[in-house]
């Protein structure tokens, strides 16, 4: 998860770093003291969540809230302040923040709603992110997973689709309809907060769930109201990625659109493991011919 830090105080931030470092999974991508480089330095990042100050010198947390959103950025923001008192936290609330902690004496509360929002560790994950990067490492046919991508836009009648590898630290986009994405941190994606869950995962409507509702790509681009995913789970049940179905309205599947998604998870399925297998032939012959 990538965060921007604007903080007046260069103690404080050197704490809240200290602080974040203790997770790899957090990752400071930034830093401001001031309004002017707070809304530079986060238009730059594009991050996933921003923690806040309100009194910067120069210049006001407030605004550069109402800058960035009005950028179009859909981070998080969760604010850390000494003024904690209703109205200012009502003026926040304005412009969709995340969380209101004091600086003070909540700085574990604040640190516990970030670890929240990371997608959650299984016993299997070892296994799991060994078994995508043995498929990373071998050629993908991508115009395949394009054309399941396709279809899965078609029939759902969904705006994007996409099916994609998650490993321990990016979503792996190989297949795509209607999105431009090739990659991202997987911690910033769906796909990772329900790659154990199915056969498939439906999110209605984004805004009225609270994994989602303040999600980056909920409140910015692409602005998902509607998501349904299905797990790609390989023959030895290592959970190695998804096919999702996204669109910018809500909207409900019905249950002949939920068959078809995990008949066209099984197509993908089939090419990953045909690829696999594919590899392991041709390693197999390389390494015969090595004996001679």
């Not at 670890?115 to 060994?130: G, K, N, T, Y």
């Not at 769930?209 to 790509?217: I, K, N, Q, S, V």
């Not at 998870?265 to 012959?285: P, V």
């Amino acid at each position: 998860m990538n965060l921007v830090l604007v903080e007046s105080s260069t103690t404080i931030r050197s704490q809240l770093i200290s602080l974040l470092a203790q997770d790899k999974r957090l990752r400071v991508v930034g830093e401001a003291a001031d309004e002017a480089s707070a809304i530079q330095v986060i238009a730059q990042t594009q991050p996933d969540v921003v923690l806040m100050d309100l009194a910067l010198q120069p210049g006001s947390g407030l605004r550069v809230l109402r800058a960035v959103r009005q950028l179009g950025c859909g981070a998080r923001v969760v604010v850390l302040s000494n003024s904690y008192y209703d109205e200012m936290r009502r003026a926040c609330m304005e412009y969709r923040i995340s969380g209101f902690f004091d600086k003070s004496t909540q700085m574990g509360e604040a640190l516990a709603l970030l670890r929240s929002w990371l997608p959650p560790v299984f016993a299997d994950e070892a296994q799991r992110v060994a078994a995508v990067q043995q498929l990373e490492a071998r050629p993908l046919a991508f115009p395949a997973f394009d054309e399941l991508a396709d279809l899965a836009r078609d029939i759902s009648g969904s705006g994007m689709a996409a099916i994609s590898l998650i490993n321990a630290d990016t979503q792996r986009f190989i297949g795509t309809s209607g999105l431009a994405f090739e990659a991202m941190p997987s911690s910033r994606g769906f796909c990772a907060q329900v790659l154990h869950q199915g056969p498939v995962v439906e999110v209605p409507d984004t805004w009225h769930d609270a994994r989602f509702a303040d999600h980056p790509l909920v409140q910015g681009a692409p602005y998902i109201r509607f998501y349904a995913a299905v797990p790609l789970a390989l023959a030895g049940g290592e959970r190695v990625g998804t096919l999702c179905v996204l669109d910018r309205l809500p909207r409900r599947l019905r249950e002949r659109q939920r068959e078809a998604l995990v008949t066209l998870s099984r197509c993908a399925i089939n090419e990953l493991e045909a690829g696999r297998r594919h590899s392991e032939r041709l390693d197999q012959a390389v390494s015969a011919a090595m004996t001679f």
